[in-house]
């Protein structure tokens, strides 16, 4: 693995990270395939909006289909037919979010399947050992993320366990091609953080990400911490914000020198009948829509805006036709792909201020939102 910033301006970066299955140009939104599957798309579809990387989730392959099966029919990429890179985050959020029994010990996290109610365990070994066997090319360390509002007992108690098992992480590793990357943690405390960050920082990971954000904290309280942390992490390494995938956050974060994102929001909404634009959502369902011509987004470059006017896609979701939400999907994937392409192409040329304040405009109606 290799990365390189190529660019900056003020804390924004413009990168380059090469990882086992090809260079990710950064910033970059991965799109979330939780259950080995972008859902409705296919990898063709990926390629279209020139996806570079995908995540998937350990929690939901850990309980179906499994480690053996991944394995057994050549792992994850060759088991899903995606060639470029992957990234499976530890488990620890789903685990800590879902509604699960678990229990928590120093030595990991015991909890009941939510499909069957079997008992399982993570811990900070076995998840990189299931990550390392799905082949993937980026796996996140096991960490306990607290919910927001915390007490300070419970986020001084999240930081330690999570340096931790970053550390079991980190001696558990034994394949060159997946990398590990930590994850901080501290909830919106600044010395929680800046511990976290240094603890796990002297672990020299190859790359970090900022845990434990976009769990219902405001939007100010999310981009001031997203600042705070991004400033304490290397230079030379990336940077990944972990669950943030709205216009106006990426943004924010890419400006605060977030290299990395991801978030179920853009394909969650594409099912929903939500179309993501540059200058806010449309509920494609809405009468005003019926008769409409236009495409989703005249300024959007995707297949799906070339191709469909509203007035189809909303007939599409009133009918309850699968195409409905596979094309939103799309759209929605496409226009934060052209998001980042154009913030990669403005960082690069200087102009990423002019691009954040009229990107601002369009989606909030002002430009000093954040
Ligand atoms: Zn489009």
């Known amino acids: 693995m290799s990365f390189t910033v190529l660019a900056h301006e003020g804390a924004a970066r413009r990168g380059s990270l090469a990882l086992a299955h090809g260079v990710v140009e950064t910033p970059a ?3 979330v395939g939780t259950a080995a599957t972008v859902k409705a798309l296919t990898p063709e579809d990926l390629r279209s909006i020139d996806a570079r990387i995908i995540l998937a989730n350990t929690y939901h392959l850990w309980l179906r289909p499994g480690r053996e099966t991944i394995a057994e029919l050549g792992g994850l990429h060759a088991f899903m037919g995606w060639d470029r890179n992957v990234l ?43 990550q390392e ?24 108690e999240s930081v330690r366990l999570t340096t931790a098992w970053a550390k079991r992480c980190a001696a558990a590793r034994s394949r060159e091609r997946t990398q590990l990357f930590g994850i901080v943690q501290g909830g919106l405390d600044e010395r929680s953080r800046e511990r976290s960050a240094a603890e796990l920082v002297a672990l020299d990971l190859p790359g970090y990400a900022i845990g434990g954000l976009s769990v219902g904290e405001s939007r100010d309280d ?48 594409g099912r929903n009948g939500r179309a993501l634009t540059r200058s806010g959502d449309l509920n494609i369902r809405a009468a005003a829509f019926a ?67 009229e990107a601002l405009l369009a989606a909030t109606g002002s430009a000093s939102s954040s």
């Open 291 to 357: 008769r409409d011509g236009r495409p989703i987004d005249a300024t959007c470059g995707c297949t799906v805006c070339a191709t469909f006017s509203r007035a189809y896609i909303s007939h599409l979701f009133r009918a309850n036709e699968m195409l409905g939400p596979r094309l939103l999907s799309l759209h929605n994937l496409a226009v934060l792909a052209q998001l980042m392409a154009e913030a990669r192409k403005a960082i690069y040329a200087g102009t990423w201020g002019e691009l954040r304040d």
């Open 133 to 156: 066997a799905l082949g993937v090319d980026v796996a996140m360390a096991l960490d306990v993320c607290v919910k927001l509002p915390a007490a300070q007992g419970e986020i001084d």
């Open 88 to 130: 499976t985050d530890s488990g620890g959020f789903q685990v800590f979010s879902l509604e699960t029994r678990r229990v928590l010990s120093d030595d990991g996290v015991r909890f009941r399947s939510h499909l069957d109610g079997s008992e399982h365990e993570f811990t900070p070994e076995n998840v990189v050992a299931f």
């Open 222 to 269: 999310l981009y001031r911490m997203t600042r705070f942390t991004a400033e304490l992490l290397p230079e030379g390494k990336p940077r990944y914000l972990m669950g943030v995938g709205t216009v106006r956050d990426l943004i924010a974060g890419i400006d605060c020198g977030v290299d990395l994102f991801d978030c179920v929001y853009p394909t969650r909404c």
């Open 29 to 31: 939104f991965m799109p």
